[in-house]
């Protein structure tokens, strides 16, 4: 069993930076493959990144690539999403998630914890 608290959302302009973090609960956080998903309102939830168990291996979705990035830490059980020159369209409610597995990674059905969210907000 592993709990996900997300941390470090909040209102930014464009163009701006915000820091989000997931702290996990439980001695195997180094087992789990981290994502983070966005849903905006009346949307899907969206896949936006994902790192392997070591941390090596890193995946984004297309509209992110170059402007956010994902790292982990094992020791202390933390997921980080760098978000750098953020838009108005990325505005929405980020979830942190776990996954016992290692694919498939941009899928919400594949991952087995999740995080309550925290809203990101950017004005234009």
């Known amino acids: 069993q592993v709990q996900l608290v997300e941390s470090g959302g909040g209102l930014v302009q464009a163009g701006g930076s915000l820091r989000l973090s997931c702290a996990a609960s439980?001695?195997?956080?180094?087992?789990?493959?981290m994502g983070w998903f966005r849903q905006a309102p009346g949307k899907d939830r969206d896949f936006v990144a994902a790192?392997?168990?070591?941390?090596?291996?890193?995946d984004y979705r297309d509209s992110v690539k170059g402007r956010f990035t994902i790292s982990r830490d094992n020791a202390p059980n933390t997921v980080y999403l760098q978000m750098n020159s953020l838009k108005p369209e990325d505005t929405a409610v980020y979830y942190c998630?776990?996954?016992?597995?290692?694919?498939?990674?941009?899928?919400?059905?594949?991952?087995?914890?999740w995080g309550q969210g925290t809203q990101v907000t950017v004005s234009s």
């Open positions: 790192i392997s168990r070591s941390g090596g291996s890193t």
């Open positions: 998630a776990a996954m016992r597995t290692t694919t498939p990674l941009k899928y919400s059905f594949a991952y087995d914890y």
């Open positions: 439980g001695r195997t956080f180094s087992t789990y493959t």
